[in-house]
RNA sequence: GGGCGCGUAGCUCAGCGGGAGAGCACUCGGUUUACACCCGAGCGGUCGCAGGUUCGAACCCUGCCGCGCCCACCA
């Protein structure tokens, strides 16, 4: 029922409290149509932290973000409108549109979520609904009132940046620098004596030009400031004025002046009180300077204009291509207009000051904490914040102006004047204004809701690192401003998704991986726990369909696994053998259990995601399934020792179900529910340290790993012998008793498929296993002559590592200065490292001069 | 222009002062008491380059080269 894909928003939980039902609330994506990879990274981390904590015994929920079910409204409704066969938004006009957007809303039971609904998945939404539209709209008014109170929030004319293309202002954080080739043109203005040379980027921006600044100190326009030169084209005289701003260095030394479409230009003709003409309409296209241009687009007048002046020979120089940082719009990708106009302003700088403040003080903690740099950078140098959007959707902006210049900001309970000649202001307010309400406003605020109190702050944030200067810092602006304290405990940032070879996944390149696709044929365990897997603090991480397939091999290994455990019995409800019974290698698994248990929660507590996950799959892979089914398959065998290993297998394969649930949610709730009989993992207890079962004892560690080493050791000899796996062989093994593994003998013969030693024994073949108990000989009944040119090879390769490690150590032991300054644990090391190297090569050698030559 | 980060096996990445690792790919061999989405055994690296610190450097410092991202009002 919930094997559905969320979409973005953060979790919160509050250890102190006590359980109430898990909430996991998830809109599909389908409807939604905004998924992709980034989202998927997002839910899969807030869904393994909020299972985690719910399996500890937290309170633990989480709610969709909103940005998505805003853009979700729009494209619904867009669509309703394209299948009635109406007129598109552009062709009905902003104000009918967002009309329409109301009306839908209405008619759907009041908001997006409302909808979904009725796709019937069966979840509940109704606090969603409420949060997400009348409560957000409360919320959304109840603080541009009190900033506007606060005087934090102030309407003035400004040069914005504007996109040609959404026909709006944006904020600067929308604007992307790009390397651009364009062309630098010097001109000269004026005549003779009474002329300078000015280069420019805009050419066509001289329509409007009302100065030519030069610097004050420059001394060869000394004698031209305060005089006034004729422009070409227009024929206006322009006054030549003096400004600190300009660089003498640089060019001519004199710049033109365009106050009402250039920041800089801005300045200057603020501080010499110069007119400011603007030239272009909302569209890019010259308007107004009553010129023969007027009417052409931006870029196509750029060409005229610099013709015309060619024309009349006052082009002095051109560079082209000239390579310089062009603003383009981060929506439209159209290059942004700076443009004089009216808009709504945040005054960022106290909110600023208490967003940084609250990660200096520690109140918030960024992770990874390299990150914090980045967030200081920005909340110490922010501009002040463009709030007004001349676009289709979003909380409008709540003020009236009346017949008589009147402003009036209206709060969430007020009746907005009414009468004749009162309006609205057209505007609707940035989508992260509201955004960054979201850790209070789904609380219930402006109400003191007992879940404000109860929720407020929340304890993570799960996002990109993309997105901390958009959402993060205002989401900690609006929480210090206006819940007095900052909204989150934790932020932890993810890095982005790319594609296999670390590319930036990009439709015009292709290489967009659609998650979804990538469910339906691996299936969603797989594509969490390789985004789990990948998910290391702060760094990108390439996703190729070849890791989500090694992610889909390792659930079906869990399957494998429990289907083993099933059918031997195993079940996690019977009492642990006494710690007098276990085996070498029940000590030996429980203790891993206990030690991964541990490394697992730290890691976890810390948000290293990548770590955790790969710590589980090797203990499951490498030494749950390579190494302990095998071993406790002769235990299985032996009446003394079965049930404890079906206790034993059944206890540590129902904790790692409990620690994999997080991250594989569906494999392990099917896998978990069968081993135990419970009723859902969900709900289970995540492991603890009281309930792992067994300390780590080093010992029966080390006995497994010899016998490890001789196991392996026997497969690569018969590897190299061309011995096939299946063929049993007779084998005589000494030196067990004395190594500490004359239990694991049954073991070692099964899993080499060595037969005992019958009274016609004849070794053809022996060899010496070094194991940390002591050497263990293995002889072998091949029926046939080894292949003696084989084993020198592997003999040889032995030898040569073993010298080189011996070689290495000798130089370090050689080194009087290593031996006196390096601490006694490390020489001892090297010592021991040292005598095991010589050990190795007498036996080697031993070994190769009783070959029989070639 | 400023800042941050990264260059380790064919690919994607971990390791961040004392024995070069993982997954995938590749080679060879496999119908063992779960698993071929598997098992076993292998091959594969002057850890970007050059200096420095240290008894010891993939790891710390400096410089350089290459790459990525973010920020930036120089015509």
């Known amino acids: ?55 500890q015994g937290h309170d633990a929920l989480w709610l969709p973000g909103m940005d998505h079910a805003g853009i979700a409204t729009q494209s619904v409704v867009e669509r309703r409108m394209a299948a009635a066969g109406e007129p598109d938004r552009h062709a009905i006009g902003r104000a009918a549109f967002v009309e329409k957007v109301w009306e839908w809303k209405a008619e759907s039971g009041g908001s997006i979520l409302g909808q979904m609904e009725r796709l019937g998945d069966g979840v ?16 959304v008014a109840t603080v541009f009132k009190k900033m506007f109170d606060d005087g934090l929030i102030y309407r003035a004319e400004r040069l914005v940046n504007w996109s040609p293309a959404l026909r709006s202002a944006i904020s600067d954080i929308e604007v992307d620098h790009i390397e651009t080739e364009g062309e630098l043109v010097s001109m000269r203005y004026g005549d003779g ?9 805009r050419i066509e921006t001289m329509l409007g030009d009302t100065a030519v600044a030069v610097h004050p100190g420059d001394a060869r326009y000394a004698a031209l400031v305060g005089t006034e030169i004729e422009m070409p084209i227009t024929g206006r005289m322009i006054p030549v004025v003096a400004d600190d701003y300009v660089d003498p260095e640089f060019g001519s030394g004199a710049v033109k002046i365009t106050p009402a479409h250039d920041p800089n230009d801005f300045e200057v003709g603020r501080r010499h009180d110069l007119p400011m003409p603007t030239i272009m309409d909302e569209t890019g296209t010259i308007t107004g300077t009553g010129t023969r241009f007027d009417g052409m687009d931006r870029f196509e007048a750029r060409t005229a204009i610099r013709e015309e002046l060619r024309a009349q020979g006052r082009i002095v120089a051109e560079k082209r291509p000239y390579l310089h940082s062009v603003g383009h719009c981060s929506r439209t990708g159209v290059p942004v207009e700076p443009r ?90 940035d989508t992260w204004f509201s955004s960054g309400l979201w850790p209070f406003s789904t609380l219930g605020w402006p109400d003191e809701t007992p879940d404000l109190e109860r929720y407020y702050p929340n304890s993570v944030l799960v996002t990109g690192y993309d997105i901390l200067f958009f959402w993060v810092v205002r989401m900690m602006m609006f929480g210090t401003y206006v819940m007095g304290k900052a909204p989150f405990r934790d932020v932890y940032l993810h890095g982005l998704i790319r594609d296999e070879h670390g590319k930036k996944m990009s439709k015009s390149k292709g290489n967009v991986i659609d998650p979804l696709a990538l469910i339906e044929d691996y299936g969603a365990d797989a594509l969490r726990f390789t985004i789990a897997r990948g998910s290391n603090p702060g760094t990108d991480m390439s996703l190729s369909e070849e890791w989500v397939a090694g992610s889909r091999n390792f659930t079906t290994k869990l399957w494998n696994i429990t289907r083993f455990a099933l059918a031997k019995g195993a079940d996690p409800a019977l009492p642990l053998p006494a710690a007098e019974l276990r085996t070498d290698a029940d000590r030996w698994i429980l203790g891993r259990l206990a030690e ?70 569906f494999v392990t709730e099917a896998l978990w529910t069968a081993l135990t009989g419970g009723e859902t993992v969900v709900t289970a207890a995540w492991p603890t340290a009281g309930g792992t079962g067994a300390p780590v004892d080093a010992a029966a560690a080390a006995r497994v790993a010899d016998a490890q080493k001789v196991i392996t050791e026997v497969r690569r000899f018969r590897t190299e012998q061309g011995l096939p796996d299946r063929k049993a062989v007779a084998a005589r093994l000494t030196g067990l008793d004395a190594a500490g593994l004359a239990a694991h003998e ?43 040119a084989a084993e020198r090879a592997r003999l040889g390769k032995d030898l040569a590592a073993a010298e080189k490690e011996r070689d290495q150590a000798d130089r370090k032991l050689g080194n009087p200065k290593f031996t006196e300054k390096a601490p006694a644990e490390v020489v001892d090391g090297i010592r021991a490292r040292h005598a095991t190297a010589v050990a190795d090569i007498d036996r080697i050698t031993a070994r190769l001069a009783a070959l029989p030559e070639a």
Request: glycine share 8%.
């Open 746 to 788: 049954r073991s070692l013969r099964f899993l080499n498929r060595l037969d005992p030693a019958g009274d016609d024994f004849a070794a053809t073949a022996s060899f010496e296993v070094a194991t940390a108990g002591g050497p263990v000989t293995v002889e072998l009944d091949t029926s046939g002559a080894i292949d003696v």
């Open 340 to 429: 004089l106009s009216l808009q709504w302003f945040v005054h960022v700088e106290p909110l600023a000051r208490s967003a940084g403040e609250a990660v200096r003080s520690g109140e918030t903690v960024l992770h990874p904490k390299e990150q914090a740099k980045r967030y200081f950078d920005w909340v110490d140098n922010m501009h002040d914040w463009t709030i007004s959007r001349q676009l289709w959707w979003g909380h409008r902006i709540p003020v009236w102006y009346g017949p008589d210049g009147e402003v009036v900001c209206v709060g969430p309970d007020e009746e907005p004047p009414s009468g004749e000649g009162w309006r609205q202001d057209p505007d609707v307010l």
């Open 596 to 665: 991964v248990r541990a490394q697992t929660d730290e890691l976890l507590d810390g948000y290293q995601f990548a770590k955790a996950t790969e710590g589980l799959y090797h203990f499951a892979w490498d030494e749950l399934a390579d190494w302990y089914v095998e071993l406790c398959k002769t235990q299985l065998d032996d009446p003394a020792t079965e049930p404890g290993t079906r206790a034993v297998l059944g206890h540590v394969l129902d904790a790692l179900l409990r620690m994999l649930h997080p991250i594989a949610p």
């Open 193 to 201: 004596d009474a002329s300078v040379v000015v280069a420019t980027t």
């Open 124 to 139: 509940d939404w109704s606090r969603e609904r409420f949060t997400l539209d009348e409560g957000l709209s409360r919320a």
């Open 1 to 55: 029922m919930y094997r559905r894909w969320v979409d973005a928003g953060y979790f919160r939980a509050d250890p102190s409290s006590g359980k109430d039902p898990f909430c996991i609330v998830i809109p599909p994506p389908n409807v939604t149509g905004s998924l992709h990879l980034g989202h998927a990274m997002d839910h899969t981390l807030i869904d393994v932290l909020t299972r985690r904590a719910r399996m």
